[in-house]
């Protein structure tokens, strides 16, 4: 099983729709967990931490479910700006820190 | 300046050919890294500083050298690469080397090896 697992989509939707990915992850340890977005061939960029407690950032919410060992990114009313691959990030400390970073999903909001 | 920039933006580069890759964050954090990134799979940590001192180098081929010479400056020195070895380079920086704080990227540099 991979540490980090992703479907790597694409998840096609139409402009305001809502859409939802998650993340699952292997290492129960994991402490700390973050989504970013990537546009094709640009670097990725962070979009948003995720607490234990949840998340909200606008159209975007974030989720940790950590008895099934998951996080998930909700959408909103997407736009088509929204088209992007999403990053998982999952922080495992053994020692040292350990980034793990999933294959991405990628997201395509159609007009 | 802001955030991570990296030079060049891209390069080809023969397989007998040396040339270096540049990384410079202007946003004061005190550890940098390398990652490269293959198609379809996920970013590879290649090599940590934090305070420039190299941290972690997980099993990268000697073909590839790291260099930090402070905090703000980032090189990796290529030689004789293999075609395989193309791939988009992305420099990222934080606050302190994997302390679970989030990474800042720069645009990375697309490298084909011929």
């Known amino acids: 099983r991979k540490e980090v697992e992703q479907d790597p989509g694409p998840f096609n939707v139409p402009e305001g729709a809502t859409v939802a ?11 700390s967990f973050f989504w970013y977005r990537q546009d094709c061939r640009k670097e990725p960029k962070l979009l948003m931490s995720v607490y234990s407690s949840g998340n909200e950032d606008g159209r975007f919410t974030a989720q940790l479910n950590r008895a099934s060992q998951y996080i998930s990114l909700l959408i909103r009313d997407s736009k088509l700006s929204d088209s992007a691959t999403y990053l998982c990030v999952v922080i495992t ?8 970073f999933g294959t991405g999903t990628r997201l395509k909001v159609l007009a | 300046e802001t955030g991570v920039t990296q030079t060049p933006r891209h390069l080809v580069m ?8 540049k990384c ?4 004061g954090h005190n550890a940098m890294y390398w990652y490269k990134q293959s198609a379809k ?5 290649m090599f940590v500083y934090n305070f420039k001192e190299q941290t972690e180098n997980n099993s990268v081929p000697s073909r590839f050298s790291p260099e930090c010479p402070n905090s703000s400056h980032l090189f990796l020195h290529l030689h004789t690469l293999q075609p395989e070895d193309s791939a988009l380079y992305l420099c990222a920086s934080s606050q302190v080397a994997l302390a679970g704080s989030e990474q800042y990227f720069g645009p990375g540099t697309r490298l084909t090896v011929t």
């Open chain 1, 21 to 31: 990915f998650n993340c699952t992850y292997s290492n129960s340890a994991s402490q």
């Open chain 1, 93 to 100: 400390s053994s020692g040292t820190y350990k980034y793990i």
């Open chain 2, 14 to 21: 023969g397989m007998t050919n040396k040339k270096s890759l």
């Open chain 2, 24 to 27: 410079e964050q202007h946003l």
């Open chain 2, 41 to 45: 799979k996920p970013l590879e940590l």
